[in-house]
């Protein structure tokens, strides 16, 4: 076997590849939480474009379990998590945790729809059928598509545990449901009439196709959120091997200085202190 075979025969288990110009590539492989993915895809582009002969490869999303079993299988580098972390078993695994951000959830809505700020007993109403036109809520005449995510994801946990009269509502069928964070952002942006629960980094994201709404009132601004008037949050965290390579410490170092801070800040999330 030439050197070169041998290169690319050992490729699964390094980080660094050969590739077909002679010269040296990067690859980080980066997986987890779909609904924090977007904001750590932003992080991503940012350091790659910054970093010579780096590539951080963006998957498609994995579950609690399987984010983990893929970091400590050596097939990702990089797990991107916002709950279901026991740190003990990390730390035992030879892991290390950084909570990277906070992301405002929202109820985000599709650009057709007027309405900019709901109360929660109007959320209720649009979640249970009570609503089915967006003139009940003071917007105008458009049908409302009410879009959820699985009871199970961060997104609908944060946002059913904060308001009461959702905690126990059994949604119609005509509330439909989105697997994945990346669904519910394509469903709202694409959707004349669209609602759903989502984030501020989606809402960001979307250029201008996706609304996120206020809530009672209140803005989810960073000042909300550090204030504690906007509750509804979710944390991102980046878990890595403590023995992780250069190129690993070096993205997680980006990511909590002060250029990573302006890309957080950009993409609709609060860095966290001392980032």
Known sequence: MSRLSACIAGAATMLTVVVPAGSAQTILRVDGSTGAMPLVAALAKAHEAGTSGLKIEIGKGLGT????????????????????????????????????????????????????????????????????????????????????????????????????????????????????????????????????????????????????????GIVPSEANVTSGAYRFVREVYLVVKASAPPAVKSFIAFVKSADGAKVIKANGAIPKSGS
Request: proline share 2%; net charge negative; with cysteine.
């Open 65 to 216: 379990k399987a984010r983990i079993e893929a970091l400590s299988a050596g097939t990702i580098e990089i797990a991107v998590a916002s709950h279901g972390l026991k740190m003990d078993d990390l730390i035992r695994q030879g892991m290390t945790v950084d909570e990277i951000a906070r992301t405002p959830v929202v109820f985000a809505v599709n650009s057709s729809v007027t309405v900019t700020n709901l109360t929660q007993a109007q959320i209720c109403s649009i979640y249970s059928g009570t609503f089915t036109n967006w003139n009940e809520a003071g917007g105008k005449d458009l049908a409302i598509a009410a879009r959820t995510r699985p009871d199970s994801e961060v997104d609908a946990e944060v946002i059913r545990d904060g308001i009461s009269c959702l905690k126990t509502l059994k949604m119609p069928a005509t509330v439909k449901v989105m697997e994945r964070g990346g669904d519910m952002a394509r469903e709202l942006a694409a959707t004349i009439g669209a609602i759903g629960m989502s984030t501020t980094t989606v809402a960001d994201q979307s250029g201008g196709r996706i609304k996120a709404l206020s809530l009672d």
